[in-house]
């Protein structure tokens, strides 16, 4: 069989090497059977087989996620789902053809609805045929992505992608998708090569049983020849190499050739992200994320929790500087029961502050708790997406308001400095206008406001350029800011791990740079090699 | 929003009919009717719906076909109940609609 190349899109580097998971089961094949009868039956037992893993999936879910998960048993115990299939059936057509046929009726008829809300809906269907059709062919499912393979699939959700274990190598090899998309970081995060926009995942014959993925180049190659096969395992050979000599120097803290020391710190999502590692690998952690604490499984969790998660950060910081971003949810974020998805355009609507500011009962928890955790560590606070400085001044004040109450109560508690993410391009061009402590640009954002080219749409990604000079522009505007005002800048996106960028982000004046744990020994790597 | 007015009370072959206007905010959606299905399942009584007092008639029993319809917010939906406990279901169903089915 030839070997297959693929030529798509980069969205997360490294090399990797595995057997092919398929995601979807449209692929799949089956033995189908002549008798109508034994297909109809087929059919039967894959749909409850389907109902009872979802049944399965409800018991571990609360809130939004499971009342879809109930309405998605609801529409499968329904018969009239699978009426028009059975009917068909007996007609002479094979289980797997039928249902594909009535449900892509049932989809069609939902992506056509006028209203957006039903609209939507047709994913859930869409999600509900593919189950039943992994069922029908004995095809695994999303939760059991195996450890090391490559996953291909038109697309992955972010919860396919956590409820894999990629520890163990890995790599994801899309038809669709985007570079930009909250996936394409969550596999930069954990170092896990991915591949976008392959285009549809064709083969003649037998499904791919190995591929190959370029993580760098942005290219696959299915069931790759003997002597393909040895040249990329030797590719790999040389990378892991050098990786292990950026490791070695991983401890050392940031120069540049020059001399000029660099800050490098830790962008992390939730204290497993720390698990293993040594705080002498980083001066301190630039940015906390916050909104997995409020993932739609768990709730919005109370004052107690947060308090518990953030000390447990601040504790295994050892000292070094903490910021902590308070709630961020919104634009391609969603929560459960805070954000608004009816929204017409969610970037540019109530996200990060905004939602914070108009929902005080959740952000007030928020306030406290991080009250509460700063006597046990250096911490700093940052509000994301912020635009105009009374926002900051409201922010201030509420701070001010939980840090008063729980002293009064006789809490342990401090008072964290507060600055602002610089992520919207009109704090960018008046940052020295924000009475902030420290300001921390956000170039995923800020790029995606200045070049108005969205991260998850991968015909405009090149537009989404954070080494464009309009951008690189603001950016040097913010260091200028925070000089004069005498604060600490910092910047925190992707473009920080983007070691192509690393001489013009010095260039602007940043002395402080905060990337994802796998990134720090590569991001040091390529200080060291900058000569201003 | 309109309130019940049973054509005819007690037990019948004759169809009992309600209107009532949809006020939750995402109409007859995923949530919503999975909530009606249930509670018409509870009933024997035939109960149908539709968004005009002359059908089409769905059955108010099937999520699948509840969602067919798309009854988007602000839609009147009207109601047609056959059965010994039709008078019983008809206040039932109208009360999860009146009630924007727990949603704000």
């Known amino acids: 069989m030839a070997e297959i190349h693929l030529i798509g899109r980069a969205a997360s580097p490294g090399l990797a090497i595995g057997p092919v998971t398929m995601l979807t089961a449209a692929v799949a094949r089956r033995t189908a059977s002549d008798d109508p009868a034994q297909e109809a039956a087929a059919l039967r037992a894959a749909i409850e087989g389907a109902r009872a893993e979802i049944a399965e999936q409800i018991k571990t879910n609360q809130g939004e996620v499971a009342d879809i998960l109930e309405f998605q048993v609801a529409m499968l115990e329904d018969d009239a789902l699978a009426d028009p299939a059975y009917g068909v059936i007996s007609e002479g057509i094979t289980a797997d053809h039928a249902w594909r046929l009535a449900l892509d009726v049932e989809i069609a008829g939902y992506r056509a609805a006028e209203d957006e809300y039903f609209r939507a809906r047709a994913a859930d269907i869409v999600d509900i045929r593919d189950r039943v059709l992994a069922h029908l062919s004995g095809v695994d499912t999303v939760a059991r992505i195996t450890s090391g393979s490559i996953v291909a699939a038109d697309d992955i959700t972010p919860s396919a992608f956590l409820a894999a274990d990629w520890s163990h190598g890995g790599a994801i090899a899309l038809a669709a998708g985007s570079p930009s998309s909250h996936v394409a970081m969550l596999a930069r995060a954990r170092g896990a090569p991915m591949v976008v926009g392959l285009g549809p995942l064709s083969w003649n014959g037998q499904p791919p049983a190995l591929a190959l993925v370029d993580g760098d180049a942005g290219t696959v190659i299915l069931d790759p020849e003997p002597e393909t096969r040895r040249l990329f395992e030797h590719r790999m050979a040389v990378a892991n190499a050098a990786q292990a000599a950026a490791d070695d120097g991983r ?282 | 929003m309109h309130d019940a007015h049973a054509s005819r009370p007690g037990e019948t072959a004759v169809p009992l009919t309600a209107s009532a206007v949809l006020v939750n905010k995402v109409g007859l959606h995923a949530r919503p009717s999975v909530k009606l299905t249930q509670c018409a399942k509870g009933f024997t009584a035939k109960i149908e719906l539709a968004l005009a007092a002359d059908g089409p008639w769905t059955d108010a029993k099937s999520p699948v076909k509840v969602m067919r319809v798309k009854a988007p917010q602000g839609a009147m939906l009207h109601f047609r109940v056959t059965g010994s406990d039709g008078k019983a279901a008809l206040a039932a169903v109208l009360a999860l609609v009146h009630d924007g089915f727990g949603e704000a």
């Open chain 1, 251 to 532: 401890l050392e803290s940031a120069r540049t050739a020059d001399g000029r020391r660099i800050a490098v710190l830790l962008n992390i999502a939730a204290p497993e992200d720390l698990a293993g590692l040594d705080p002498a690998i980083c001066d301190g952690i630039g940015l906390v994320r916050t909104e997995f604490l409020f993932e739609a499984s768990q709730g919005l969790p109370d004052e107690n929790a947060q308090y518990a998660v953030y000390r447990r950060i601040l504790d295994w910081a050892e000292g070094r500087p903490v910021t902590i971003r308070t709630l961020d949810a919104g634009g391609d974020k969603p929560i459960a029961g805070l954000t608004i998805d009816s929204e017409r355009n969610p970037f540019l609507g109530l996200r990060g502050i905004r939602l914070s500011l108009a929902r005080p009962e959740v952000f007030r928890v928020q306030l406290r708790a991080l009250c509460r955790a700063a006597v046990h560590g250096a911490l700093k606070v940052m509000l994301p997406m912020i635009a105009v400085p009374s926002e900051l001044d409201r922010a201030n004040a509420l701070l001010d308001a939980e840090f008063t109450a729980l002293r009064a109560e006789g809490i342990a508690c401090g008072r964290p400095p507060l600055g602002i993410m610089v992520e919207v391009p009109a704090a960018a061009l008046r940052a020295e206008d924000f009475g902030a402590a420290f300001y921390s640009i956000g170039s995923n954002d800020l790029t995606q406001y200045t070049m108005a080219a969205a991260r998850d749409i991968g015909a405009v990604a090149d537009l989404n350029d954070t080494g464009n000079p309009a951008v690189l522009a603001l950016i040097s505007r913010t260091v200028e800011a925070g000089r004069k005002r005498g604060v600490e800048v910092s910047l925190c996106g992707d473009a920080a791990a983007d070691t192509r960028l690393t001489t013009a982000l010095i260039a602007t004046g940043l002395t402080t740079l905060s990337v994802s744990p796998i990134a720090v020994a590569r991001l040091k790597a390529a200080i060291a090699k900058v000569r201003s």
